[in-house]
């Protein structure tokens, strides 16, 4: 599941493409596609063996002309400059089609986690934390989890944010633990938003989901929460999942639940009883109704696009089908729920959270699905109702609609002085 590191030119292809509907100035297409700020930091880490070593970390805030940054931090051995700024364009489009009030940013450091031990992880965290300073802050920008990185990162950010103002600041980030201000539901966000959009991609699609199969690629906290609540909501059934060791299928079915305790005890959903093991790349060309990639960018390309047997695909992670992959997803009919949109229920929930703690109020695990369940259907309902009237895809309508907003805020801001 490795990623290339063309990722920032599949956005900003995705950026020209919205701009050319939009009929967008040169200016603003301009000033849309470059980061606003870039933060480049390198800072030591003592390690258990009692050497040091010396991580790469990187901050991009993309655009904040929509309210505060707002994105995640990914540990990653592949973690790249480009790539941290296609993930925060994504994150400017995201936020603005989901109408919360931030800008987009990403973050992230080399690293590999899984080789790493809770104390080393702990002190990588603290320092990158300290390096970022005052580019983080509750009115400036705030981190969230993203790949590899969890609700406890975000207590070890949180905790040196706060020593640094010598005051608790639990709006500083989002998706941290529920005792330290987190939100209930911000964990099962993600998936619950995805699941969401399968529903209604499923009414515009005229498709029963009920018995319908589906995929997961990345059985992670996205990829695990949207096949238990999808199971639920609407009665479908799993019949292939993936993690970075490998994949498993079961035409019979699998239980979303039985095969997460298994991973939870193993680290891996392969060597799970009962079933055929399978690759990565086999998961994406499986036969089933309902593909979910939520892992990695650049997975669905244009070979692999030519493959695809599902009728529709849910993006839980972000960037994973190329440009050119889109064209034929689009020529072959299969309806696509872009990224932006589908995996959006995450950051919507971290929005609530941020109210939550800017506003010291507590809501219950009901009222954030409940808001969450309307957010994402309005926003859902919006980009269809652009792609339909344009007459293109999702993507297209999305991008459109995310852009767009974005390009308007600029353009009434001015230019100073
Ligand atoms: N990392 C998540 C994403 O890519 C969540 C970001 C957030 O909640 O700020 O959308």
């Known amino acids: 599941m490795s990623h290339k590191p ?5 956005a900003l292809e995705q950026l020209r493409i919205a701009a050319e509907h939009l009929e967008l100035d040169d200016g603003i297409r301009q000033m849309l596609s470059e980061p606003k700020k870039v933060i480049r930091v390198a800072f030591p880490v003592k390690m258990d063996n009692g050497k040091v070593r010396v991580f790469k970390g990187y901050r991009v805030q993309y ?19 480009e790539e941290m700024k296609a993930l925060a364009a994504w994150m400017t489009w995201k936020c603005s089609i989901a109408d919360i009030p931030f800008g ?10 899984k080789h790493m031990s809770q104390g080393e992880l702990e002190r990588l965290t603290r320092r990158y934390t300290s390096a970022l300073g005052d580019a983080i802050g509750p009115d400036v920008d705030i981190p969230a989890p993203d790949v590899y990185t969890n609700a406890q990162t975000m207590a070890w950010i949180l905790d040196t944010y706060s020593q640094f103002k010598g005051r608790m600041v639990p709006a500083v980030v989002t998706g941290k633990p529920v005792s330290l201000g987190g939100s209930l539901g911000r964990e099962a966000a993600t998936g619950r938003g995805a699941a969401i959009c399968t529903r209604e991609a499923g009414k515009i699609k005229g498709m029963l989901l009920k018995g319908a199969t589906f995929a997961v690629q990345g059985y992670g906290n996205v990829g695990s929460n ?13 019949i292939a999942a993936s993690d970075s060791k490998g994949g498993i299928y079961s035409k019979k079915g699998l239980d979303p639940k039985k095969v997460l305790a298994f991973k939870e005890k193993t680290g891996s959903v392969v060597g799970f009883p009962g079933v055929r093991e399978i690759t990565n790349g086999e998961l994406l060309e499986t036969e089933c109704d309902v593909l ?19 009728k529709m695909v849910i993006e839980a992670a972000n960037g994973p089908t190329t440009p050119e992959a889109d064209k034929i997803l689009e020529r072959n009919k299969v309806l696509l729920v872009p990224d932006i949109l589908a995996n959006s229920g995450g950051v919507m929930v971290s929005y609530l959270e941020w109210v939550q703690d800017l506003e010291r109020l507590r809501w219950t695990e009901e009222q954030v699905n409940t808001t969450l369940e309307s957010k994402m259907t309005s926003a859902f309902n919006h980009v269809h109702e652009e792609a339909t009237t344009r007459k293109v895809s999702m993507r297209t309508g999305a991008l459109i609609v995310g852009v767009g907003r974005v390009a308007d805020a600029v353009k009434t801001l001015g230019i100073f002085p």
């Open 6 to 10: 063309d990722a920032f030119d599949n």
């Open 63 to 81: 655009n904040d002309a929509r309210g505060p940054y707002k994105g995640g931090i990914r540990y990653h051995p592949e973690v790249s400059l």
């Open 104 to 113: 987009g940013a990403k973050g992230g450091v080399v690293c590999d986690p």
């Open 226 to 238: 949207f096949a238990t609540i999808l199971e639920e909501m609407v009665g479908a059934k799993m």
């Open 292 to 310: 979910c990639p939520a892992a990695f960018e650049n997975v669905i390309t244009a070979e692999v696009a030519r493959k695809v047997k599902a």
